[in-house]
Nanobody
Framework: EVQLAESGGGLVQAGGSLRLSCAASQITFDDYTYGWFRQAPGKEREGLAY????????RYTDAVKGRFTISSDNAKNTVYLQMNRLKPEDTAVYYC?????????????????????WGKGTPVTVSR
């Protein structure tokens, strides 16, 4: 059974940084593109950043471009999201997801519920 396990969330002050991790198991890691998503209370889940682990190509949505960085360590089957200059509006549950055989650009064009696998999420709270 494919598993994606997020970690690294927590409470941080505005302007601070966090690094989230997503460990993938029971999956051919390089065959998938991975994305980080978030869902704030009362809002729809939104995609933030995507990485094609076969070639390292990344894509970002405007909400996080320049502040967040997605990366992967293929030897560890792990995807990361480095979040800098955090704002209170970044408060949400953050999820990792994977989709098979798409480029990062293609994955970013998908509706969020078309991703193949999801983790259970890790909460991030940014205080003022």
């Amino acid at each position: 059974e494919v598993q994606l396990a997020e970690s690294g969330g927590g409470l941080v002050q505005a302007g601070g940084s966090l690094r989230l991790s997503c460990a993938a198991s029971q999956i051919t890691f390089d065959d998938y593109t991975y994305g980080w998503f978030r869902q704030a209370p009362g809002k729809e889940r939104e995609g933030l950043a995507y990485i094609s682990t076969s070639n390292g190509i990344t894509r970002y949505t405007d909400a996080v471009k320049g502040r967040f960085t997605i990366s992967s360590d293929n030897a560890k089957n792990t995807v990361y999201l480095q979040m800098n200059r955090l704002k209170p509006e970044d408060t949400a549950v953050y999820y990792c997801a994977a989709v098979w055989a798409l480029t990062a650009a293609q994955a970013m064009s998908l509706r969020w519920d078309r991703m193949d696998y999801w983790g259970k999420g890790t909460p991030v709270t940014v205080s003022r």
